[in-house]
Structures are given as C-alpha cells and as structure tokens.
C-alpha cells in the first residue's frame, strides 16, 4: 500500500545553498508562487470591463468579495476594520487556492505543513497585536485584564488570559494544518485500498467519490475559519473585547 506521508514530502525544484544555508525552491514554493499567480489572474479576469450586467466570473467574484467584507464587518468591528479589508480578503483567498490546489491530481496542498500555517499564523498575531499597541499604547494590556475583575483572582485570571493570547497562532495554525493533512491522508489510504481491491471496489469507490466532495467542503471552510478567527483576534485589537 502506498505511503499516505509521500504526498507530503517537500522535494527541491531548485537547489539554493548560501553561506550553508538550504533556501532551495520546492514544490511548496511552487504551488505558493503557483496560488498567488492564479489569484491575480482571477481578479484582472473577473474584473476586466466590468459592466452593469455582470459576467460569471465578475458575478463569482463579487459574491465573494461581498462574502468576505461581511465577514469582516460583522466579526471585527464594523466600519473601523474596513480599512484592513484588503489584508484579511487576500489572507483568505491565500488559504482557499492553497487548499483548492492540493485537491486537484498532481497538487501539492502547502496548507498541509505546520511551517506555512504557522507562518501565516504569526503574521496574523504580529500584525493583530501591532495595531492594538498602536491604537490603545500601553492601554493594550487591559485586554488581559476585564473591566470589574476582582483583585483576588485578577492574577490567576491575567496568567491565563496571556497564555491564551500567547497560543492564538498556534491554535490558528494547527487547526487549518490538521484538517488539510488529515483529510488527504484519509483520501489517500481509502484510495489505495479501493485499488487492491480491484472489480470489488466499486462500494469504496463511492465512499471516496463522498469524501472528495466533502474534503472541498472541508478547504472552503478551513479558509472561512482562518478568515473569521483573524478577524475575532482583529476585534479585539480595535476595540480590547
């Protein structure tokens, strides 16, 4: 049965080594350029001689622009997180072609690997906690601690507000990192086993048929998910909630 790990194996496209450093360009690399790419080419597509009757393209795009700016003005704040826009819509088309990109033969899903969710992740946390620092100052720190919070357990209650303020990129990144792998894993061994299983396989075959369709549902709503946990954390920067 073949390896469910090897469709995660980093390979080197082209080999970079400077000063004994590694900074080849891999596969990752090229499905992230490959992401980013698609993504330009879509919006110079879809918007494109706009017209008052809108194409497809421009019509699919818009709903997801509007998708998006709803998100954003319903979980982080209104009208004061519309000038952040154009950072969280294109976080979120970021992770949606990533995960749509590994769905297809042959692609490779960099959302899989921890060093890129993370990545992600921790810009998302930088970025957040600059704004708060640099909207509130040192009144930033009230985030840890709530307006009427008894002095008895105000320690205990900042200690664990802090650790959990310290964990957001990593919960955000495991999260999108977990379900990716776990679901191509899961696509992979049911795929194998309905090859061993040759003219038997036609009952795995459907489950599989299942399980695509669900694992697309699964990349659409991970990039929700990492789209509106960034704008939580994004409320809480403009508004110390």
């Not at 396989?201 to 489950?207: E, K, N």
Request: glycine fraction near 8%; charge should be neutral; hydrophobic fraction near 60%.
């Amino acid at each position: 049965m073949t390896n469910p790990m090897h469709q995660f194996l980093i390979k080197e496209l082209i080999p970079i080594h400077i000063a004994g450093y590694n900074i080849s360009f891999t596969n990752s690399a090229l499905f992230m350029v490959l992401a980013t790419c698609l993504i330009m080419l879509i919006q110079v597509w879809a918007l494109r001689g706009q017209t008052l009757i809108p194409t497809k393209i421009q019509a699919l795009y818009e709903i997801g622009y509007e998708f998006v700016a709803g998100v954003v003005h319903d979980n982080a704040g209104g009208d004061d997180a519309r000038k952040f826009f154009p950072f969280i819509f294109s976080l979120f088309l970021f992770v949606l072609m990533g995960n749509m990109l590994g769905m297809l033969p042959y692609g490779f899903t960099f959302t899989s690997h921890i060093v890129v969710t993370f990545a992600l992740a921790i810009m998302v946390f930088l970025t957040v906690t600059a704004i708060g620092f640099s909207r509130h100052g040192m009144h930033y720190f009230q985030l840890f601690c709530p307006a009427g919070l008894p002095i008895a357990v105000a320690p205990l209650v900042i200690l664990v507000e802090v650790i959990s303020y310290l964990m957001r990129p990593i919960t955000l990144s495991l999260r999108l990192f977990v379900n990716m792998m776990a679901g191509h894993m899961i696509l992979k061994l049911f795929g194998a086993f309905t090859a061993m299983m040759g003219l038997w396989g036609f009952a795995p075959l459907a489950f599989i048929v299942g399980m695509t369709a669900f694992e697309f549902f699964i990349a659409g709503l991970q990039a929700y998910v990492f789209t509106i946990l960034t704008c939580v954390y994004l409320n809480d920067a403009l508004h110390l909630h």
